[in-house]
């Protein structure tokens, strides 16, 4: 499981991070298996090069496509949990933050059904001048138990929406 976590810049908390199967499965989605937090904030980043991807400069500065985030999060049934989650469209010198979306819901309660909650978000009309997308979430349980029963993530995306973008004649 140590290989689903390479692409991510890992903070451990508690007993850190661990890859599970899911506890109820998460619709249309190809994989059902979860990041999983411990009782210490566990924390994970990633910073996607947009220009990398496949994305032309002069596209993202004068046509600004939506650029979407995804989140889900859930708690085990027996133990409560708290979530966060932190994107920024960062500029070449991948410092300045040029957009910011952060959010932290309320903490998911001790008997909970288990259920994936999804945080989403749209950056539009962003400016010129975005070059990278860095996307923060940690989670932990509210009970402070040994072992791995804090928020459990997965399926984050981030998806760049380019349709109805007037062709411009050149």
Not at 41 to 62: M, N, R, S, Y
Not at 129 to 158: C, E, L, P
Request: proline share 4%; charged share 25%.
């Amino acid at each position: 499981s140590s290989e689903l976590l390479q692409y991510w810049d890992i903070k451990n908390g508690g007993d850190g991070w661990a890859v599970e199967r899911n506890r109820i499965e998460l619709e249309d989605v190809e994989s059902q298996t979860c990041f999983v937090t411990s009782y210490g904030w566990c924390e994970k980043q990633q910073i996607i090069d947009l220009v990398k991807e496949g994305l032309w400069e002069h596209f993202l500065d004068v046509h600004q496509p939506a650029i979407c985030i995804s989140d889900w999060y859930a708690g085990r049934h027996d133990c409560g949990c708290v979530y966060s989650l932190k994107v920024q469209l960062l500029a070449v010198d991948k410092l300045a933050v040029l957009q910011e979306f952060a959010i932290r819901p309320d903490p998911i309660p001790q008997w909970n059904d288990e259920k994936y909650i999804q945080v989403s978000h749209e950056f539009r009309g962003y400016g010129p001048g975005v070059r990278y997308v860095r996307f923060m979430h940690k989670g932990k349980d509210s009970q402070f138990w040994k072992g791995r029963y804090g928020a459990r993530i997965t399926n984050s995306s981030i998806t760049i929406k380019c349709d109805n973008i007037e062709p411009c004649c050149s």
